[in-house]
């Protein structure tokens, strides 16, 4: 089974809390064995998703929006993005060099090409900028890709 994720970076300490155990909950669910997560490897959902399946066991690819990508996240990410990329059984790339909102919504799109479903942290809220959760989420439903939506109960970004 091939799982990707997409979801609101910028969470609050206490809603990472709730959406980790949401992803624990979501990953229990699969046969770990036969899991593999497809993830661009943000801060945020996509990073803790990836822990979550290699924890329990499953595999990871990722996708790479842009060469420019990793230098345009939180410098303090970039040791968890280099450990978990380290670990990918496999690397996508879309070909984009400047890491843009086309370049994200690009990845996004390879993503969801990948996959059998989307697991996907967001609060039904519009996108704040093209290429955003909403976007992906829309995306996938216009593919044809099946949708699994995790936010914690009274939670806001």
Not at 102 to 113: C, I, N, P, R, T
Request: hydrophobic letters at 45%; a negative charge; proline letters at 4%.
């Amino acid at each position: 089974m091939r799982v990707g994720i997409t979801g609101h970076r910028g969470l609050s300490a206490e809603v990472e809390q709730q959406v980790r155990a949401l992803l624990v909950d979501a990953v229990s669910a699969y046969d770990s064995g036969e899991l593999v997560a497809v993830s661009c490897i943000a801060d945020g959902p996509d990073a803790w998703f990836a822990e979550t399946v290699l924890a329990a066991g499953g595999q990871l690819e990722v996708v790479i929006p842009a060469t420019e990508y990793r230098e345009n996240l939180p410098e303090w990410h970039h040791p968890a993005y280099d450990v978990l990329i380290s670990r990918a059984a496999d690397v996508h790339e879309t070909g984009m060099t400047e890491s843009t909102s086309e370049a994200h919504q690009a990845g996004s799109e390879v993503l969801v090409g990948l996959v059998d479903e989307l697991v996907a942290v967001w609060d039904g809220q519009p996108a704040w900028a093209y290429g955003g959760t909403a976007d992906v989420v829309a995306y996938a439903e216009r593919t044809g890709v099946p949708v699994r939506v995790l936010w914690p109960e009274g939670a806001s970004r």
